[in-house]
């Protein structure tokens, strides 16, 4: 039991994958196996009390020190190699262990042959559906499936139930691993290109495993049913089992159910997990701009009052400090924050006329869509009959069976013109208002996201370059220094001197202008006879922008830097989010939330 718990226990809490597990779960094992084989005599427990042993400060070192070599200081070295000792003697243990399953009765070549014959046989199931799957679709049949199931009615959720029908029949004769690598990859590629339920693949894999789950109870081949029969005494009859085993189906059926109908069971956590992890998407993602949208129109509905009073209280600030092209710009970033919640207003206004009119619109492109798809079936019949009309007829075939052709042809074109006279005149009226109504709500958001990008970027950048003022300052002894430089040593000296000065204002922001003004000092010495006169003036002239550079930084930074930090805070959650690294927690898990949902989408297309 113990084994169980640690091996699915490790892989639910996230501590291990699949294949990881599996290993803990065969070490156990043999350290289990060298006991059980051992049993009644002495030293039977002397392999896992030596493991158990070992893995007790192993978990302890795991815990509270560094266990990365590479990052280890002189410190961590004796951490180290005590953790090397208590793993030799988990490795002892574990060889000790495998030793005694080799050695009596040749318990473990029997484990290996009989583990090697099940991968085989998997691995031969798995190879024929490759082919079986090849060759299926290689001869059409693909297209036959695809063909019969978009022309039944019901639209996605026909086909769906259809597909999980056909997995439940072949789950009473097929095992698992056969319906999962033969029908599956046929099937799920026709349900998930459809943008009429537009549906996860996670999803779907847990529907397609809940569904598969059920035939472990179903007869005349269900395993579990098997198993009970196995341990049942002679009194209870097979059929006993399998009547009592109905009840348990519509169990299974219920759960298939509860995920079917609540798709956010099965994706939330997923999306959640993804947003919160180390490598999650930014808050730019174009995946996440509608949820994101979606929490930010709540947001604003709670704290405009307070963002509008921040705001504005900024708008009153003295930015005498600032020059012109930053005073501006920051000027016009108080004025797009202040339009942010009418331009949230504008993305509502558009989308309830959309969704207004996705009602009346829904039908009519459900109907045309469904009729052009089976133009363009007739079409490609129509072709091929053409095809086989130019083939006869080089071959010479009767006048007979050139009539027959001919009159196909024509069939297939009066069932084409009645198709095409089927679709509504207003449509292509309809389909322009739609497509209007579309773009305006594509516009109002587009409009949005340009508009809060321009309220926070130039104050995340103002405040970038305030906060660095002290540090550019600490620089300009260096910088004097080489009018020294320049006056006294060699050409190559010079140079080289200058190219450690300029690599100086890599790490500050908005500084190309005066790094490119040393640079022109440095390509002076590029020849042999440099003017050295021309040189200093030249460097004078880049010493005073970073002077006139630190002092504006430097005066802003008393007077503006503590309320700008504040400012920028109060916009960072908010109107500032689509500019971070990543999404807060609370952000993560409302955006997880909302992409859960399956939407229809189709009417876009």
Same mark, same amino acid.
């Given at each position: 039991?113990?084994?169980?718990?640690?091996?699915?226990?490790?892989?639910?809490?996230?501590?291990?994958?699949?294949?990881?597990?599996?290993?803990?779960?065969?070490?156990?094992?043999?350290?289990?196996?060298?006991?059980?084989?051992?049993?009644?005599?002495?030293?039977?427990?002397?392999?896992?009390?030596?493991?158990?042993?070992?893995?007790?400060?192993?978990?302890?070192?795991?815990?509270?020190?560094?266990?990365?070599?590479?990052?280890?200081?002189?410190?961590?070295?004796?951490?180290?190699?005590?953790?090397?000792?208590?793993?030799?003697?988990?490795?002892?243990?574990?060889?000790?262990?495998?030793?005694?399953?080799?050695?009596?009765?040749?318990?473990?070549?029997?484990?290996?042959?009989?583990?090697?014959?099940?991968?085989?046989?998997?691995?031969?199931?798995?190879?024929?559906?490759?082919?079986?799957?090849?060759?299926?679709?290689?001869?059409?049949?693909?297209?036959?499936?695809?063909?019969?199931?978009?022309?039944?009615?019901?639209?996605?959720?026909?086909?769906?139930?259809?597909?999980?029908?056909?997995?439940?029949?072949?789950?009473?004769?097929?095992?698992?691993?056969?319906?999962?690598?033969?029908?599956?990859?046929?099937?799920?590629?026709?349900?998930?290109?459809?943008?009429?339920?537009?549906?996860?693949?996670?999803?779907?894999?847990?529907?397609?495993?809940?569904?598969?789950?059920?035939?472990?109870?179903?007869?005349?081949?269900?395993?579990?049913?098997?198993?009970?029969?196995?341990?049942?005494?002679?009194?209870?009859?097979?059929?006993?089992?399998?009547?009592?085993?109905?009840?348990?189906?519509?169990?299974?059926?219920?759960?298939?159910?509860?995920?079917?109908?609540?798709?956010?069971?099965?994706?939330?956590?997923?999306?959640?997990?993804?947003?919160?992890?180390?490598?999650?998407?930014?808050?730019?993602?174009?995946?996440?701009?509608?949820?994101?949208?979606?929490?930010?129109?709540?947001?604003?509905?709670?704290?405009?009052?307070?963002?509008?009073?921040?705001?504005?209280?900024?708008?009153?600030?003295?930015?005498?400090?600032?020059?012109?092209?930053?005073?501006?710009?920051?000027?016009?970033?108080?004025?797009?924050?202040?339009?942010?919640?009418? %331009?949230?207003?504008?993305?509502?206004?558009?989308?309830?006329?959309?969704?207004?009119?996705?009602?009346?619109?829904?039908?009519?492109?459900?109907?045309?869509?469904?009729?052009?798809?089976?133009?363009?079936?007739?079409?490609?019949?129509?072709?091929?009959?053409?095809?086989?009309?130019?083939?006869?007829?080089?071959?010479?075939?009767?006048?007979?069976?050139?009539?027959?052709?001919?009159?196909?042809?024509?069939?297939?074109?009066?069932? %084409?013109?009645?198709?095409?006279?089927?679709?509504?005149?207003?449509?292509?009226?309809?389909?322009?208002?739609?497509?209007?109504?579309?773009?305006?709500? %594509?516009?109002?958001?587009?409009?949005?996201?340009?508009?809060?990008?321009?309220?926070?970027?130039?104050?995340?950048?103002?405040?970038?370059?305030?906060?660095?003022?002290?540090?550019?300052?600490?620089?300009?002894?260096?910088?004097?220094?080489?009018?020294?430089?320049?006056?006294?040593?060699?050409?190559?000296?010079?140079?080289?001197?200058?190219?450690?000065?300029?690599?100086?204002?890599?790490?500050?922001?908005?500084?190309?202008?005066?790094?490119?003004?040393?640079?022109?000092?440095?390509?002076?010495?590029?020849?042999?006879?440099?003017?050295?006169? %021309?040189?200093?003036?030249?460097?004078?002239?880049?010493?005073?922008?970073?002077?006139?550079?630190?002092?504006?930084?430097?005066?802003?930074?008393?007077?503006?830097?503590?309320?700008?930090?504040?400012?920028?805070?109060?916009?960072?959650?908010?109107?500032?989010?689509?500019?971070?690294?990543?999404?807060?927690?609370?952000?993560?898990?409302?955006?997880?939330?909302?992409?859960?949902?399956?939407?229809?989408?189709?009417?876009?297309?």
């Amino acid at each position: 039991m113990a084994l169980i718990v640690v091996v699915l226990g490790s892989i639910l809490a996230g501590n291990a994958t699949v294949d990881q597990a599996g290993s803990v779960g065969a070490v156990g094992a043999t350290v289990m196996a060298g006991y059980r084989l051992m049993e009644g005599k002495r030293g039977a427990y002397y392999p896992a009390i030596r493991a158990g042993v070992s893995i007790v400060p192993i978990f302890y070192l795991l815990a509270n020190y560094n266990r990365n070599i590479k990052n280890a200081t002189p410190g961590d070295y004796k951490y180290i190699g005590m953790a090397a000792v208590a793993v030799t003697g988990l490795l002892i243990a574990i060889l000790w262990s495998a030793w005694r399953t080799f050695r009596i009765e040749e318990t473990l070549r029997y484990v290996c042959v009989e583990t090697a014959k099940t991968t085989s046989m998997v691995f031969i199931i798995l190879l024929g559906a490759a082919m079986l799957t090849a060759a299926f679709r290689g001869f059409g049949g693909e297209e036959l499936v695809k063909d019969f199931l978009t022309g039944l009615p019901g639209g996605f959720w026909g086909q769906f139930i259809v597909v999980m029908a056909v997995i439940f029949v072949l789950g009473f004769f097929l095992d698992f691993i056969e319906i999962a690598v033969v029908v599956v990859p046929i099937m799920a590629p026709i349900l998930l290109a459809d943008p009429s339920a537009n549906i996860t693949a996670v999803w779907l894999g847990v529907m397609v495993g809940v569904n598969m789950q059920t035939s472990f109870l179903t007869p005349p081949f269900g395993f579990s049913l098997f198993y009970l029969r196995g341990v049942a005494p002679p009194s209870v009859r097979t059929t006993q089992i399998y009547r009592g085993a109905i009840a348990f189906i519509l169990l299974q059926l219920a759960g298939l159910a509860i995920v079917g109908f609540n798709p956010g069971l099965v994706n939330y956590l997923p999306n959640r997990t993804y947003l919160t992890s180390e490598t999650a998407p930014p808050p730019q993602n174009p995946r996440l701009q509608e949820c994101l949208e979606e929490y930010m129109a709540d947001y604003y509905d709670e704290n405009e009052a307070r963002l509008r009073q921040g705001i504005e209280s900024m708008q009153s600030l003295d930015l005498s400090s600032l020059p012109d092209n930053k005073r501006e710009e920051l000027e016009q970033s108080f004025i797009a924050a202040l339009d942010t919640f009418q %331009k949230m207003d504008d993305i509502d206004t558009a989308s309830l006329a959309v969704d207004a009119y996705m009602p009346e619109y829904r039908p009519i492109h459900r109907h045309v869509r469904s009729t052009q798809a089976e133009i363009r079936k007739i079409e490609g019949e129509i072709e091929e009959e053409q095809q086989m009309l130019n083939l006869e007829t080089r071959i010479g075939s009767s006048e007979s069976r050139l009539r027959q052709i001919r009159g196909e042809i024509e069939a297939l074109q009066a069932q %084409k013109t009645a198709l095409e006279e089927s679709i509504p005149s207003e449509w292509q009226d309809a389909r322009e208002q739609f497509q209007k109504l579309a773009l305006g709500e %594509k516009t109002a958001r587009l409009q949005y996201r340009r508009n809060v990008d321009g309220a926070y970027e130039p104050v995340n950048e103002l405040n970038r370059l305030l906060a660095q003022a002290e540090d550019l300052v600490a620089i300009e002894d260096r910088l004097v220094a080489l009018r020294d430089v320049v006056r006294g040593d060699s050409g190559d000296a010079v140079v080289e001197t200058f190219k450690e000065t300029e690599s100086l204002f890599s790490d500050f922001d908005d500084v190309s202008d005066i790094r490119s003004a040393f640079s022109k000092v440095r390509r002076e010495f590029r020849n042999d006879e440099a003017d050295r006169d %021309k040189a200093a003036a030249m460097l004078d002239e880049a010493i005073d922008a970073y002077r006139a550079e630190v002092s504006w930084r430097r005066a802003a930074a008393t007077s503006l830097h503590d309320r700008l930090t504040a400012y920028e805070a109060l916009l960072r959650p908010s109107i500032g989010t689509r500019l971070q690294p990543r999404l807060t927690v609370e952000q993560a898990e409302e955006v997880a939330s909302c992409r859960s949902e399956h939407r229809d989408i189709s009417p876009y297309f």
